[in-house]
């Protein structure tokens, strides 16, 4: 089953301590994406990766980092995390729909719901 | 200016009733669009793709006006299931590649009552 899954779902965490939440995708997609959601703020886009190595800030980068060793993986790190970081957030992966050039559709991990306290 | 802004909502509709959605952008490069749906607590699914053309999938049909830059969702006879959250998505694409930098709108709430 085609799918991008996050690890762990749900988080309660301090300010301060480093923290890393993965997320793998099984589709063989070359490009990955980070975003948070935030009540009346929408989903906004934090990192993302064209290719392995290959990385770049999205629109709300500051405070995390990324790293693309692998095809699959794409995991998001919080250093140092801090309250304003308390978000809902997804990965998700993107390829392109047969037949339909130039359209791509993003599959979305399950979501990670984070509380820095 | 958002890049990507949608009726605020929310809709409340009964069953049957029929209901539009739309969405402006501001990026006239914006290359391709999509209409996504989230249900509460989950993640966004795509719904459909939007085309030049105008797009229509059972109950679902999706315009687009590029030249006022808007796109709409209508969705006839809505179900009790339709209730969601419906966002916009527009794709601009750069650099020669097949992907781009999509952007969200803050989604409209649908609710479809008995």
């Known amino acids: 089953e085609a799918q991008v899954t996050q690890n762990p779902r749900y988080l309660i965490t301090v300010t301060g301590k480093k923290l890393t939440v993965t997320c793998s995708q099984n589709?063989?997609?070359?490009?990955m994406s980070w975003y948070r959601q935030d009540p009346g703020l929408g989903l906004r886009q934090i990192y993302y990766?064209?290719?392995?190595?290959?990385?770049d800030k999205g629109d709300v980068p500051e405070g995390y980092k990324v790293s693309r060793k692998e095809k699959r993986n794409f995991p998001l790190i919080l250093e140092s995390p801090s309250p304003n970081q308390t978000s809902l957030y997804f990965c998700?992966?993107?390829?392109?729909?047969?037949?339909?050039?130039?359209?791509?559709?993003?599959?979305f991990g399950p979501g990670t719901r984070l509380t820095v306290l | 200016r958002k890049e990507v802004e949608q009726d605020p909502g929310p809709f409340n509709v009964p069953e049957g009733a029929t209901v539009a959605f739309n969405c402006t952008y501001s990026?006239?490069?914006?290359?391709?669009f999509f209409w996504y749906r989230q249900d509460c607590r989950k993640e966004p699914k795509l719904l459909m793709s939007?085309?030049?053309s105008g797009n229509e999938d059972g109950r679902f049909t999706a315009q687009l006006n590029r030249a006022s830059q808007y796109i709409s969702l209508l969705i006839r006879d809505s179900k009790l299931s339709d209730s969601a959250t419906y966002l916009c998505?527009?794709?601009?694409?750069?650099?020669?590649?097949?992907?781009?930098?999509?952007?969200f709108g803050q989604g409209t709430i649908l609710t479809v009552h008995p």
């Open positions: 589709m063989n997609h070359e490009y």
């Open positions: 998700a992966s993107t390829g392109v729909t047969p037949g339909l050039a130039g359209h791509d559709e993003q599959f």
């Open positions: 990026n006239s490069a914006s290359q391709s």
């Open positions: 990766s064209m290719n392995v190595e290959v990385t």
């Open positions: 939007v085309y030049s």
């Open positions: 998505v527009v794709n601009i694409r750069a650099g020669g590649t097949s992907y781009g930098k999509l952007t």
